[in-house]
């Protein structure tokens, strides 16, 4: 049996892949490698997944648009997957204000189409369906840590509600049709291999020459930093398990303020960015920090990989991947306190000929990224 990955060569769906074949497994990646960021670093991300097929697994690229409904038609025919592990999303808040029709197009009527791929499967072996969603659902809520029984009926953006939205197609498809829907929502992911519009990139870009980037309420804010490898953990176990319809936090469980991860940064690079304080814009929030408890019953999730630890693999990565190879692609600068990823996602799945919003004055957001 085999699983499909969609997103595959953005930021979470490449580790996702690659852990996947590093079990064995055959894997198809779907992905349409559009702009958001340079398409070569997303085949760079190939290769990373290509170097772990000629050691384990299978896999078979697919370059598709989760939108394409005759396509997915198709590879449901070719193929009987076990799993369907859905990353390819549009991602930011601020290009999710500016182009809303677009992120329901990709990020629900998307979702859709592949619920609706995996609802005309025969019963017995319908596959199990893992979505990525995002803490950004939580909006501003006031129970701390957050908690899945939470309501999580006021997101603040657009993208977050578009998150929410998918994760309700989710259940209506368990009530109607019997599927095992999983939603694990993303804390705050970082690690190798991010999009360059991330924080943590965007910061060591400033760090090394780059631009200022602005400061949100002077770092006032805490983030549930989650390490991939950890997150790709959470996934995997997901894909494994028939649970119904559920929605699970995926986070370390330990927020961090922001001014302590940048200070951190700061020590292991050993120079500063350039930070510019501004006030928090209205979509965002000052705290995330992932109950999970769930998780940790449903999953055997544990994640392990120290804030401390996760910065030092990280800047290993950028210095050897980034830096080496001289001036880096900056890519969109829409960030926001994203998910992703997104994952991890990327814009993955927008359609080759619609790339969505073009705004490449705005400046990367400090806050943090939940995808």
Same mark, same amino acid.
């Given at each position: 049996m085999?699983?499909?990955?969609?997103?595959?060569?953005?930021?979470?769906g490449?580790?996702?892949a690659?852990?996947?074949?590093?079990?064995?497994?055959?894997?198809v990646?779907?992905?349409?490698?559009?702009?958001?960021?340079?398409?070569?670093?997303?085949?760079?991300?190939?290769?990373?997944?290509?170097?772990?097929?000629?050691r384990?697994?299978?896999?078979?690229f =697919?370059?598709?648009?989760?939108r394409? +409904?005759?396509?997915?038609?198709?590879?449901f025919?070719q193929?009987g997957? +076990?799993?369907?592990?859905h990353?390819?999303?549009?991602v930011?808040?601020?290009?999710?204000i $500016?182009?809303p029709?677009?992120?329901?197009? =990709?990020n629900?009527?998307?979702?859709?189409?592949?619920?609706?791929?995996v +609802?005309?499967?025969?019963?017995?072996r +319908?596959a199990?369906?893992?979505?990525?969603s995002?803490?950004?659902?939580?909006?501003?809520?006031?129970?701390?840590p957050?908690?899945?029984?939470?309501?999580?009926?006021?997101?603040?953006?657009?993208y977050?509600?578009s998150?929410?939205?998918?994760? *309700?197609? @989710?259940?209506?498809?368990?009530?109607?049709?019997?599927?095992?829907?999983s939603?694990?929502?993303?804390?705050?992911v970082? @690690?190798?291999r991010?999009?360059?519009? *991330?924080?943590?990139?965007?910061?060591l870009? /400033?760090?090394? @020459?780059?631009?200022a980037?602005?400061?949100?309420?002077?770092?006032? *804010?805490h983030?549930?930093?989650?390490?991939i490898?950890?997150?790709?953990?959470?996934i995997?176990?997901? /894909?494994?398990?028939r649970?119904?319809? $559920? =929605?699970?936090?995926?986070?370390? @469980?330990e927020p961090?303020?922001?001014?302590?991860?940048?200070?951190t940064?700061?020590?292991?690079?050993?120079?500063?960015?350039?930070?510019?304080?501004?006030? *928090?814009?209205e /979509?965002?929030?000052?705290?995330?920090?992932?109950?999970?408890?769930?998780?940790q019953?449903?999953?055997?999730?544990?994640?392990?990989?120290?804030?401390?630890?996760?910065?030092q693999?990280?800047?290993?990565?950028?210095?050897?991947?980034?830096?080496?190879?001289?001036?880096?692609d900056?890519?969109?600068?829409d $960030?926001?306190?994203?998910?992703?990823g997104?994952?991890? $996602?990327?814009?993955?799945?927008?359609?080759?000929?619609?790339?969505?919003?073009?705004?490449?004055?705005?400046?990367?957001e /400090?806050?943090?990224?939940?995808?």
């Amino acid at each position: 049996m085999t699983v499909l990955v969609t997103g595959a060569a953005g930021f979470i769906g490449s580790h996702t892949a690659v852990r996947l074949l590093s079990r064995g497994e055959e894997v198809v990646g779907l992905d349409n490698l559009n702009s958001f960021y340079s398409p070569e670093r997303k085949r760079h991300n190939l290769e990373e997944v290509a170097r772990q097929q000629a050691r384990s697994g299978q896999f078979q690229f =697919v370059e598709g648009d989760v939108r394409d +409904r005759a396509l997915l038609a198709r590879l449901f025919e070719q193929h009987g997957f +076990r799993s369907v592990i859905h990353l390819a999303a549009l991602v930011g808040v601020r290009g999710s204000i $500016q182009n809303p029709w677009q992120y329901y197009d =990709v990020n629900v009527n998307g979702t859709l189409n592949l619920l609706e791929a995996v +609802r005309a499967q025969p019963a017995p072996r +319908r596959a199990q369906f893992v979505f990525a969603s995002t803490a950004l659902v939580y909006g501003r809520t006031e129970l701390i840590p957050f908690v899945e029984t939470d309501s999580a009926d006021h997101p603040l953006s657009p993208y977050a509600a578009s998150k929410r939205a998918a994760e *309700m197609l @989710g259940f209506t498809y368990h009530h109607l049709h019997g599927l095992d829907f999983s939603a694990v929502r993303f804390f705050s992911v970082y @690690g190798p291999r991010c999009r360059p519009e *991330m924080l943590a990139y965007k910061w060591l870009d /400033s760090a090394f @020459g780059g631009a200022a980037l602005p400061y949100h309420n002077n770092g006032q *804010m805490h983030r549930d930093w989650t390490f991939i490898d950890d997150i790709v953990n959470g996934i995997v176990s997901a /894909s494994e398990r028939r649970l119904g319809y $559920q =929605v699970i936090n995926l986070g370390r @469980g330990e927020p961090v303020l922001l001014a302590d991860f940048v200070e951190t940064l700061e020590f292991v690079a050993g120079r500063k960015a350039q930070l510019d304080t501004v006030p *928090m814009p209205e /979509s965002d929030v000052h705290y995330t920090y992932a109950g999970i408890g769930k998780a940790q019953q449903l999953l055997n999730y544990h994640p392990r990989i120290s804030f401390e630890e996760g910065i030092q693999r990280f800047y290993s990565w950028y210095t050897d991947h980034v830096r080496a190879q001289g001036p880096t692609d900056q890519g969109p600068t829409d $960030q926001g306190p994203t998910d992703q990823g997104p994952t991890d $996602q990327g814009r993955i799945d927008q359609g080759p000929t619609d790339q969505g919003p073009t705004d490449q004055g705005r400046s990367a957001e /400090s806050s943090g990224e939940d995808g």
